[in-house]
């Protein structure tokens, strides 16, 4: 009785495990090259990470390297696939990234491309860059000049590809929150000098021209500098109506915390800390073997 | 005190969730949407046929069953109009997923004899219409997934408490899914058979 007891709760457990390893995990993003296989050197790491980010600096698309050992059965369409989507390389709408998925010990690879880099490179340019410059130099051994290789002409392919402007690199630095507090302070600031020199409508005023200038010269939208502008004036003025002594010790007091909440800096243009833009995936590209 | 409480239900029902209304919607406008590129996907394939076609007959025109049978297949997929109409109509829907499949089978056969003829699969442009080809039967599963995970959603909406009496009010039905043509065929493993088919006899 007590085997058979076991036996069931063991096949129980079975059940929740077996679904988990049905599927391999998607590995994380913790760079523009990610190899779980030792095959490539610091060095060639480097120098690959290096081309990538100044692709990204110079046209704001966005390709990345992923070396799996193999993909447990599971298609490298589905599996690129996979990656894709939660990695989300490229720019949100704009959909301009890649992604070049080696399965090594499967001998198997893919270009998986966006929507948006669909017209540059194409299945058949994937298809001919995975024939004539990734396989040959696999076939020999050389994976890292075949990757190399491979990643020259996808970014000679993007480079004569109209996309749309990249972002200046450091207004990349802050993850500008519009209900961050910290304008909201500064309002409280400037309105009680501008109040005083200007009396209360155009000192109200006033102040959303001061922080609509701020917001613009720091961020560079203007709609968003409008926006905050018309906030922080009518904030202002509201703010007239609040007792004087409880303004001032408030403001004192949310400083400390808003200004530590402010700013959530995800820097993209350095090496430090990649991450996708968001940019989706349709299955676009081609596989190949060697 | 009861007409007071069912009346409260219903505004509260109303103005904070609109008793599921917005979700029906949206949930059926993202069913339109993933149907719209499963459509465009299949069309995709459906204009690389004709070029296929040309390319093997220059190489393999005897073959002019399998070749014929494609451009039918194709023919009769082009005959069929599959607007977001066909979601609510399950025989339209039936039809336009027997035509793609006739298709894809079409193709399949077409692929197979094609591994007769060596300098056909070595043909540049064959190439070309291979790559072209996989790349729209991957797009086309990518298409369908993603169809199918909108309609999961939009039927969850619709059956689940409270959505669901909603959609009964304003007559919503399940949304057709993908189904596999002939289940117990292809539960059955194929049999791999090695020889190669014996040669026609001659005619005399």
């Known amino acids: 009785m ?6 069931v709760l063991v096949a129980l457990l079975l059940g929740w495990i077996l679904p988990a390893l049905a599927l391999i995990t998607v590995p994380q993003l913790t760079g523009r090259v990610v190899d779980q296989t030792g095959t490539l050197s610091s060095g060639d790491i480097a120098q690959l990470t290096q081309k990538l980010a100044d692709l990204q600096t110079r046209k704001g698309s966005q390709i990345a390297v992923l070396i799996v050992p193999t993909t447990d059965g599971e298609a490298i369409e589905q599996f690129s696939l996979r990656v894709a989507e939660a990695w989300k390389i490229g720019r949100k709408k704009v959909d301009d990234g890649a992604l070049l998925v080696v399965a090594k010990n499967d001998r198997r690879l893919r270009i998986e491309v966006g929507y948006g880099l669909e017209g540059a490179i194409t299945d058949v340019t994937s298809k001919r860059i995975i024939d004539e410059d990734i396989t040959p130099k696999f076939k020999s051994g050389d994976f890292a000049g075949g990757i190399s290789a491979g990643v020259n002409r996808m970014i000679g392919l993007i480079n004569g590809e109209k996309l749309p402007e990249p972002e200046p690199p450091h207004w990349d630095g802050f993850n500008f929150d519009v209900f961050n507090p910290f304008w909201l302070f500064f309002a409280f600031v400037i309105s009680g000098v501008f109040r005083h020199a ?16 701020l917001v613009w010269f720091l961020f560079g939208g203007l709609a968003a500098a409008l926006g905050i502008g018309v906030l922080a004036s009518i904030v202002a003025f509201i703010v007239d ?5 409880g303004s001032s010790t408030s403001g004192g007091g949310s400083s400390g915390n808003s200004g530590g909440s402010g700013w959530s800096s995800s820097s993209s ?7 996708g833009g968001g940019g989706s995936f349709g299955g676009g590209g081609a596989s190949g073997s060697w | 005190m009861r007409k007071f409480f069912t009346v409260l239900a219903t505004l509260s029902c109303l103005s904070l969730t609109n008793c599921g209304y ?4 949206t949930n059926d406008e993202q069913v339109k949407a993933s149907w719209s590129e499963v459509v465009n996907q299949y069309q995709r394939r459906a204009d690389l046929v004709p070029n296929l076609v040309n390319s093997v007959k220059g190489f393999a025109q005897q073959e002019k069953d399998v070749l014929l049978g494609v451009t039918n297949a194709r023919a009769k997929v082009g005959s069929i109009q599959a607007t977001p109409e066909v979601l609510n109509d399950p025989a339209a829907f039936q039809k336009f997923t027997q035509a793609q499949g006739e298709l894809s089978s079409a193709l399949s056969r077409l692929l197979v004899v094609t591994e007769n003829y060596p300098q056909l699969k070595s043909d540049a442009l064959f190439k070309d219409l291979m790559t072209q080809l996989e790349g729209t039967e991957n797009r086309i599963t990518v298409a369908r997934n993603r169809y199918i995970k909108s309609v999961q959603d939009y039927n969850v909406g619709i059956r689940t408490f409270p959505n669901n009496l909603t959609a009964m009010v304003f007559g919503y039905k399940d949304k057709p899914n993908f189904t596999v043509a002939n289940e117990k065929e292809i539960s059955v493993a194929p049999k791999v058979d090695f020889n190669p088919t014996p040669a026609p006899a001659p005619s005399k």
């Not at chain 1, 109506?241 to 002594?245: G, S, V």
Request: glycine share 14%.
């Open chain 1, 241 to 245: 109506f609040l007792p004087t002594a």
């Open chain 1, 2 to 7: 007590k085997a058979a007891v076991r036996a």
């Open chain 1, 198 to 213: 200007l009396g209360r409508l155009i000192g109200s005023i006033a102040t959303g021209g001061a922080v609509a200038v």
């Open chain 2, 22 to 25: 917005n979700a029906i919607q």
């Open chain 1, 269 to 275: 243009s350095d090496s430090g800390s990649f991450s």
